[in-house]
């Protein structure tokens, strides 16, 4: 008896994994632009009240947008459904998210394509110092200090950020400590956050690095770390998840970046110089912090010979 050839077994969804959008799926007025063709008469017709005028339906309620669309609310909320939206207050959330992402995407490119090289330059020194300012006059000395004595009797410090700046800050951090004498490790995996965080305890210092404070990842290590006794210190949004599960939080406002978006944002600038006012202030009180730097230097002359005013480990 022949065998029947074995089926190759085709890739089941994962257990509470989504299927990952395609490249415009995500907008929900492209969505809605798409099934138009396969609704009802009135459905079809709620969808092209939409879209025809997406800001006013983010301010108005289901009565007036069906009283509009000369359609019934239940019909309003059909459509809602369609579009996997729980109802409309869902609708108008996911909205408002989209519409506020598009007009970044819309109005920056005219910005910066109408702009010259000086005027792009000017303005991004122009922002950049105001960030600093606004990073300085926001500084509170009574934590820098705080922070400061955290890393003095740190046994050991962790530095944790995820994603583009805050991963590159938290390698930068270590890159900072580690000069001064401090034992000083930069972790960017989720995975090893978390583990790092179940092993901690007394005397080992966390310091997170987020822009927004709301990654899982870092927050949730954090939280770990903590209540195995460590210390948490965070750069990071007042207010915000990880600024709650931190016993030190030097604060870095968030900057609206939308017009120049395409340009770096101005939040690491801030970050940087929150940064450097830290490891400054615990330079200033490592005795052999001169010592320290001038070895690395006179070490570094065996690569290149001697630079004037070459910056350390450059």
Not at 57 to 67: D, F, G, N
Not at 130 to 141: N, S, V
Not at 188 to 204: L, N
Request: glycine residues 6%.
């Amino acid at each position: 008896m022949k065998k029947s050839p074995t089926k190759r077994n085709e890739a089941a969804p994962v257990a509470g994994r989504s299927k990952l959008p395609s490249r415009g799926e995500g907008d929900i007025l492209d969505r809605m632009r798409r099934i138009v063709p396969d609704l009802n008469e009135a459905e079809a017709r709620t969808a092209r009240c939409i879209l025809a005028e997406p800001n006013w339906v983010t301010q108005s309620s289901i009565k007036a947008l069906a009283q509009k669309a000369e359609v019934s609310e239940p019909t309003v909320i059909r459509l809602c459904r369609r579009l996997d939206m729980e109802g409309f207050k869902a609708l108008k959330h996911r909205l408002t998210e989209d519409l506020v992402l598009s007009n970044m995407y819309l109005e920056a490119p005219a910005v910066v394509g109408n702009s010259s090289s000086e005027q792009l330059a000017a303005a991004l020194l122009d922002t950049s110092m105001r960030a600093l300012r606004a990073a300085a006059e926001k500084i509170d000395h009574k934590r820098i200090e705080s922070g400061v004595e955290a890393i003095f009797a740190a046994r050991m410090v962790y530095c944790i950020g995820v994603g583009g700046s805050s991963a590159i800050l938290a390698e930068e951090t270590e890159n900072r400590l580690f000069r001064l004498g401090v034992a000083a490790q930069a972790i960017q995996d989720p995975y090893r956050q978390r583990m790092t965080a179940a092993i901690a305890g007394k005397g080992d210092l966390f310091i997170a690095i987020s822009s927004t404070g709301i990654p899982a990842s870092v927050v949730e290590s954090m939280e770990l770390a903590r209540r195995n006794g460590a210390t948490t210190l965070s750069l990071t949004q007042a207010g915000s998840a990880l600024a709650e599960v931190s016993d030190i939080v030097l604060e870095v406002d968030i900057f609206n970046d939308e017009t120049f978006f395409m340009l770096p944002s101005r939040t690491r600038y801030a970050q940087m110089f929150v940064l450097d006012f830290l490891v400054g202030a615990l330079a200033s009180r490592v005795p052999e912090a001169a010592d320290k730097l001038k070895s690395i230097r006179d070490t570094l002359k065996a690569l290149h010979g001697v630079i004037r005013y070459q910056p350390i480990g450059d």
